[in-house]
């Protein structure tokens, strides 16, 4: 079946690292996400990784992938009170008709703290 | 390069009536998704567009949700009658194409729905 899972919220001290963590159920996932949601605003891409791919650094993030646990972690360095929002971790689906459908996890709450 | 807009931003109706979203996605993205996000969960696809035909419609409740494409570029999404558990956000997204290759979705800024 299709289920994302994320703890619902975190909280750090600005300038620590912050750790989000996903799992997922579909194996056959394309591509994994990362989504960024401030308050009365869309979601915003932050990164993604593609399925065949342990790793992935973007400037603050890392993203890991766990294939074998079907685990996922957005790494944020030096986090700062900007980071502070709702994060969404989210599969593309690969069924028989290879829409690209994404199924995304309920969000997990960042809280920065200065 | 303007964003995906949506309107209105916020909506409060009565159960039993009728409510109608609209969205313009990225000038030259031929896919259009609507998805509903209620307090606390993450959206959910209730329909797929590429260009002016449906690709995925298969959580949209059809009993009350409607929605179109004409001319594959603005959408509406139309909610008749609504109900209570209908009360959530709606987001608009496009993205400029769909399989097989990563996909990335641009969001509108969405429509919060209340239904009284």
């Known amino acids: 079946g299709e289920d994302v899972e994320q703890s619902l919220f975190l909280s750090v001290r600005e300038g620590d690292s912050s750790v989000i963590n996903c799992t997922y159920t579909d194996s056959s996932s394309t591509y994994l996400y990362w989504y960024k949601q401030e308050p009365g605003a869309g979601l915003q891409l932050l990164t993604y990784i593609f399925s065949n791919m342990d790793m992935k650094q973007d400037q603050r993030l890392t993203v890991l992938l766990n294939k074998k646990d079907k685990h996922l972690s957005l790494r944020i360095a030096d986090t700062q009170t900007g980071d502070s929002a709702i994060y969404f971790c989210a599969e593309s689906m690969k069924g028989s008709s290879n829409t690209g459908k994404l199924i995304f996890g309920q969000g997990t709450t960042l809280q920065v703290k200065p | 390069e303007a964003g995906v807009a949506q309107s209105p931003r916020y909506k409060i109706i009565e159960k039993r009536q009728s409510v109608a979203f609209w969205c313009n996605p990225i000038s030259g993205h031929a896919t259009l998704y609507w998805y509903q996000q209620i307090l606390g969960q993450g959206p959910k696809l209730l329909i797929q567009?590429?260009?002016?035909?449906?690709?995925?419609d298969s959580q949209l409740p059809k009993d009350r949700f409607s929605a179109e494409r004409l001319k594959g570029v603005d959408s509406t999404l139309k909610i008749q009658p609504a109900k209570l558990e209908d009360s959530a956000v709606y987001l608009c997204?496009?993205?400029?194409?769909?399989?097989?290759?990563?996909?990335?979705?641009?969001f509108g800024p969405g429509t919060r729905l209340t239904v009284l």
């Open positions: 567009f590429q260009n002016n035909g449906v690709v995925d």
């Open positions: 997204a496009s993205s400029p194409t769909w399989a097989g290759a990563q996909n990335e979705q641009f």
